[in-house]
Structure formats: C-alpha cells, structure tokens
C-alpha cells in the first residue's frame, strides 16, 4: 500500500521522522543490546502518544466544564440562585480537576520527550559504532572553496588546472 505509507510519513513530525529513521539503523544490529535499545524507544513512543492522548482529553474536559459553568453564568437570569448548588460543585470539580491533570499530563510529556532525546543519542552512537564496524572508520575530506567546483567561471583557474593534470597524466 505505497499511498498508505505516503499518507502517513506526512503526518509524522521531522522528530518522529528521524526517530524512525535511528530505529531502522538500529535493525541492523545483531547485539542485544541493539534490540534492547529499539523496544525501549517503542515502549516510551507509546507511553508518550497515551499521554499525548490523555492531554487531548483533559482539555476537552476542561473547555466542558469552562462552557458548563460560563453558559448559565452570562445568559441565565439568577444563576446562583436558579441552579442546584450541586450541579454548580460538580462542574467546578470537573473542571478544577481536568486542568490539574491536564498540567500533569503535559509535565509527564515533557519528561517522555526528554527520555525519548536521550535514547536517541544512545541510538546515534550504537549506530555510529555499527556503521564503523562494518564500513570502516569515514574518510576525511577538505572543504573546498566553492569556486573550485564550478567550472568556467571567474578567472579560468579551474579549467587550466585541469586540462594541465590531465595533460600531466
């Protein structure tokens, strides 16, 4: 399902891009220590989308009980008096209540994000060490000014070395 995938990759954040990306890297590693690293990003991946989910659903609650307690308080004619002291306390409850989860909800999403930052790390240097392992340590190479890499333009230098290495050969 080549669309599904599509669909998909574009909903994903750059940071989720890149997590996946590590994960895949990570595959290729037959170590336990690999696998171990892969199953702790997915287990905090999934403790941070239930979050994320508990987070939506206190702040639906909380606007719930902000337009429960604001709808009679602007439009009813004597809404202390008119409505039932119960119903006032629950939705003040309701309310109170939803928004001191919802600050904890965030906090504890903020805390998986750093976790999920520090294995990332950790993933980027086992794979870092899996990629010298089996590819062998990178090959520095000088930077170039960038008149050097464009051909025919400026004085011509370019060209002339060149054509006298070539010639030199």
Same mark, same amino acid.
């Given at each position: 399902?080549p669309?599904? !995938?599509?669909?998909a990759?574009? +909903?994903?954040?750059e940071?989720?891009k890149?997590?996946?990306?590590? @994960?895949? $890297?990570? *595959?290729?590693?037959?170590?336990? /220590?690999?696998?171990?690293?892969?199953?702790? !990003?997915? *287990?905090?991946?999934r403790? &941070?989308?239930?979050?994320?989910?508990?987070?939506?659903?206190? &702040?639906?609650?909380?606007?719930?009980?902000?337009? %429960?307690?604001?709808?009679? &308080?602007?439009?009813? /004619?004597?809404?202390?008096?008119?409505?039932?002291?119960?119903?006032?306390? =629950?939705?003040?409850?309701l %309310?109170?209540?939803?928004?001191i $989860?919802?600050l904890?909800?965030v906090? =504890? %999403?903020?805390?998986? @994000? +750093?976790?999920?930052?520090?294995?990332? /790390?950790? $993933?980027?240097?086992?794979?870092?060490?899996? =990629? &010298?392992? *089996?590819?062998?340590?990178?090959?520095?190479?000088?930077? +170039?000014?960038?008149?050097?890499? @464009?051909?025919?333009e400026?004085? %011509?230098?370019?060209?002339?070395?060149?054509? /006298?290495?070539?010639?030199?050969?």
């Amino acid at each position: 399902m080549p669309g599904t !995938i599509g669909i998909a990759s574009t +909903r994903m954040s750059e940071h989720q891009k890149h997590t996946e990306f590590l @994960r895949h $890297c990570l *595959r290729y590693g037959e170590s336990a /220590e690999h696998q171990a690293l892969e199953e702790k !990003i997915a *287990r905090i991946q999934r403790d &941070a989308r239930c979050v994320q989910r508990a987070v939506w659903l206190m &702040a639906i609650l909380t606007a719930l009980a902000v337009a %429960g307690f604001g709808y009679p &308080a602007i439009l009813v /004619e004597n809404f202390p008096y008119n409505v039932p002291q119960f119903i006032v306390n =629950l939705v003040c409850a309701l %309310g109170m209540a939803s928004f001191i $989860c919802l600050l904890l909800f965030v906090g =504890l %999403g903020m805390a998986y @994000r +750093r976790k999920l930052d520090q294995r990332r /790390e950790e $993933c980027r240097q086992l794979v870092t060490k899996l =990629l &010298a392992s *089996r590819l062998g340590k990178p090959v520095a190479t000088p930077l +170039r000014d960038r008149r050097d890499n @464009r051909a025919g333009e400026g004085d %011509g230098q370019t060209v002339r070395i060149a054509n /006298e290495s070539m010639v030199l050969q």
